[in-house]
């Protein structure tokens, strides 16, 4: 079984519905991130969890919320989705190792907003 | 703030040929470095690291060393195949914050 899970994996959407992604993970790690991936921009940080009180903006949060209801789960809404937000998410967890700090990914949601 | 850049792709490569992904990083400090890959319809998953200068992180038969003065940190193989088609991503984590920065992605494809 898939240590890191989300659900759906591919949605089809309108503009303006409210959608979320769920995230699970069954490592027992801390910190939880979620991701979007737009081609040739690499993956930039949506939101981060370090742990179940802790959450944190990254850089591109606008439009976005999240909720961490317990260590293994941290979900992503979107309150109204926009053409724009088209992209492929990923959730990732990571524990603290040293000074390594590797990541551990989903294997992504394909969102598209129409 | 804490950036990477990668090489543009597509890269197109026949089998068995050598490989390199050029990556530069900026930060304060020296961050941890790592190489991830995505196969295709797949998350990404960690290929190689190195903590401190002159590290090398090899792994599947890729490699890439820290190199502190040129604040860089290639990846490398010596012959390619097919099922390394894929996207590499080179990525510091960045101690403002502690998070990973990645590049923006290289896409590999390997023709037999």
């Known amino acids: 079984d898939a240590d890191v899970t989300q659900t759906p994996r591919n949605r089809i959407t309108k503009t303006g519905k409210r959608i979320m992604l769920e995230c699970s993970q069954t490592k027992g790690h801390d910190r939880m991130y979620w991701y979007r991936q737009d081609p040739g921009l690499g993956l930039r940080l949506i939101y981060y969890?370090?742990?179940?009180?802790?959450?944190n903006k990254g850089e591109i949060s606008d439009g976005y919320s999240v909720s961490r209801q317990a260590q293994a789960k941290f979900s992503l809404s979107l309150e109204s989705a926009i053409p724009n937000q088209t992209a492929l998410y990923f959730c990732a967890t990571s524990d603290y190792r040293g000074s390594l700090y590797e990541q551990f990914f989903g294997p992504g949601t394909r969102l598209t907003v129409l | 703030g804490d950036s990477v850049t990668q090489m543009e792709g597509p890269v197109t490569l026949s089998e068995e040929a050598f490989l390199t992904i050029n990556c530069t990083y900026t930060?304060?400090?020296?961050?941890?470095l790592f190489w991830y890959v995505q196969y295709p319809g797949e998350g990404l998953q960690l290929l190689l690291k190195a903590t401190k200068a002159d590290d090398k992180g090899s792994n599947k038969g890729f490699e890439a060393t820290y190199r502190k003065e040129t604040t860089s940190f290639h990846l490398e193989k010596g012959s390619v195949q097919v099922s390394d088609s894929a996207v590499y991503f080179c990525?510091?984590?960045?101690?403002?914050?502690?998070?990973?920065?990645f590049g923006q992605g290289t896409e590999l494809s390997v023709k037999p």
């Open positions: 990525a510091l984590f960045s101690n403002q914050g502690g998070k990973l920065i």
């Open positions: 969890s370090f742990d179940v009180k802790d959450i």
């Open positions: 930060a304060t400090g020296y961050p941890s």
